[in-house]
């Protein structure tokens, strides 16, 4: 069974400060990885996809993956309350990539 | 662009009845995602379609839920009997070949009672 392993959290961090979401998964066939961000009673939405060892910045988000580790990681630099959500790691399922294996996502509280 | 749309966003049914969700995809994309998102199991892929061909439904959980794509712009999800543990928010989410990046619908909110 191919899994994505999540803290739940919650994780609770001040505004301003680094707020930082964990992952692994099982399956060393896993190529791509993605972070998904829901707001509660909302659908996911993509922020942040990373498909080699290192890290990828896009604005306050950066995304690191150790693929040896099997490890996926995503910072967020100068929280803001407005992030306050449930972050969703995935990844690939097949080589084809096209069927995402989610995590249960970890639950952000970023307070003012 | 509509985004993929869901419908009903809510249900609420009785144990034994049959219920059926329904999904378009966005105009272009070839695949289709059908998810089950609870508290106690998260996002759980139930089912994919590409070229409306059904590819994996290994995440189907049972007999009592089918899955049908009759054209490029339409998806079913069915479940009949309805049981009270179907209880769940069911997205449908669509992509364009290779690539990977999904674009889900608003969810329908089922409850079975």
């Known amino acids: 069974q191919k899994e994505v392993e999540q803290n739940s959290g919650p994780l609770s961090v001040p505004e301003g400060a680094i707020a930082s979401l964990n992952c692994t998964y099982s399956?060393?066939?896993?190529?791509?990885f993605f972070w998904y961000r829901q707001y509660s009673g909302k659908s996911p939405e993509l922020i942040m996809s990373?498909?080699?060892?290192g890290d990828k910045e896009d604005g306050r988000f950066t995304a690191q993956l150790n693929k040896a580790s099997q490890y996926v990681s995503l910072l967020i630099r100068d929280s803001q309350p407005s992030d306050s959500a449930t972050y969703l790691c995935a990844g690939n399922q097949n080589q084809a990539g096209t069927a995402l294996i989610f995590g249960k996502g970890t639950t952000l509280s970023v307070s003012s | 662009d509509a985004g993929v749309i869901q419908s009903p966003r809510h249900e609420v049914t009785e144990m034994g009845q049959e219920v059926t969700l329904r999904c378009k995809p966005i105009s272009g994309h070839n695949s289709l995602f059908w998810y089950r998102q609870t508290m106690m199991r998260g996002l759980e892929l139930l089912i994919y379609f590409n070229n409306n061909v059904p590819i994996d439904d290994s995440g189907m959980p049972e007999d009592r839920f089918s899955a049908k794509m009759p054209n490029a712009s339409f998806s079913t999800l069915k479940i009949q009997p309805s049981e009270p543990r179907d209880s769940a928010v069911y997205f449908c989410?669509?992509?364009?070949?290779?690539?990977?990046?999904?674009?889900f619908g608003s969810g329908t909110q089922l409850s079975v009672l």
């Open positions: 989410a669509s992509t364009s070949n290779g690539n990977e990046k999904l674009f």
């Open positions: 990373i498909y080699s060892n």
């Open positions: 399956d060393r066939g896993s190529q791509s």
